[in-house]
T-cell receptor, first 114, second 116 residues
Framework: KQEVTQIPAALSVPEGENLVLNCSFT??????LQWFRQDPGKGLTSLLL?????REQTSGRLNASLDKSSGRSTLYIAASQPGDSATYLC?????????????FGKGTHLIIQP | GAGVSQSPSNKVTEKGKDVELRCDPI?????LYWYRQRLGQGLEFLIY????????KSGLPSDRFSAERTGESVSTLTIQRTQQEDSAVYLC??????????????FGPGTRLTVL
C-alpha cells in the first residue's frame, strides 16, 4: 500500500526566504505526482503536476522535483510571501493511472511571517 | 470557466439519518473523484468514476456509502444511517483523464458534514 510522508509538518519563516518542502512515497510505481495548496475553509488548488517520466516542473516561484527511484519529491518556493501561507499537500497516483485516486500526505502547514 | 461546485457547503445531521452530497464537475472532464478529510487526518480516497466505466469503489469505508454519476455530469455521494465518525469534509475533484500530463485534478470547495 502506497504511503506518502511530508516533512516538516509545520514551518514558519520570515518573508523573503527561500524554502523547501519534502515529500516521500513508499512505492515508486507512480503515474504522476501532484502538489496542491489548501487554504482554510477552501478546497485544494493544484500547483504543479510532474509526470513519472519527468524530473522537475516549474511555475513562477515554484519548482517541484521528482526522484522516482528514491521515492522523493521536493517543492521549492523562492522569495516567499505572506500570501504563500497555506497547507501544502503532496499526492501520488499509482502507475496505470485510472485504477484509483490520489494518495495524499498529511501536508506541511506553512506560515510566512510579514 | 466554472470550477467544480459542491452542495451543500455545510450539512448538520443527526446520527442514523441519510445524507446526500452533490458534485458538479468541470464541463468536459471525464473523471470524477470523491475524497474525505477527517479532522487532523490526510485526504482519503473514496470512489472514482471514469466515463461510462464501472466505478472504482475500493476506497469506500463501508456499505453505508454509495455514489452515482450520470454520464459525465453530476455525481451524488450518499451516506446511509450516518455515524459520528462520518463527520468530515467531503471533497470532489474532476479531471480530463487521458495522459499523465493532463491528469491534474481540480477540487471543489467541499461539503462539511457534521453528525450529531
Amino acid at each position: 500500500k502506497q504511503e506518502v510522508t511530508q516533512i516538516p509538518a509545520a514551518l514558519s519563516v520570515p518573508e523573503g526566504e527561500n524554502l523547501v518542502l519534502n515529500c516521500s512515497f513508499t512505492d515508486s510505481a507512480i503515474y504522476n505526482l501532484q502538489w496542491f495548496r489548501q487554504d482554510p475553509g477552501k478546497g485544494l488548488t493544484s500547483l504543479l503536476l510532474i509526470q513519472s517520466s519527468q524530473r522537475e516542473q516549474t511555475s513562477g516561484r515554484l519548482n517541484a522535483s521528482l526522484d522516482k527511484s528514491s521515492g522523493r519529491s521536493t517543492l521549492y518556493i523562492a522569495a516567499s510571501q505572506p500570501g504563500d501561507s497555506a497547507t501544502y499537500l503532496c499526492a501520488v497516483r499509482r502507475s496505470g493511472g485510472g485504477a484509483d485516486g490520489l494518495t495524499f500526505g498529511k501536508g506541511t502547514h506553512l506560515i510566512i511571517q510579514p | 470557466g466554472a470550477g467544480v461546485s459542491q452542495s451543500p457547503s455545510n450539512k448538520v445531521t443527526e446520527k442514523g439519518k441519510d445524507v446526500e452530497l452533490r458534485c458538479d464537475p468541470i464541463s468536459g472532464h471525464t473523471a470524477l473523484y470523491w475524497y474525505r478529510q477527517r479532522l487532523g487526518q490526510g485526504l482519503e480516497f473514496l470512489i472514482y468514476f471514469q466515463g461510462n466505466s464501472a466505478p472504482d469503489k475500493s476506497g469506500l469505508p463501508s456499505d453505508r456509502f454509495s455514489a452515482e454519476r450520470t454520464g459525465e455530469s453530476v455525481s451524488t455521494l450518499t451516506i446511509q444511517r450516518t455515524q459520528q465518525e462520518d463527520s468530515a469534509v467531503y471533497l470532489c475533484a474532476s479531471s480530463f483523464y487521458g495522459t499523465p500530463r493532463t491528469d491534474t485534478q481540480y477540487f471543489g470547495p467541499g461539503t462539511r458534514l457534521t453528525v450529531l
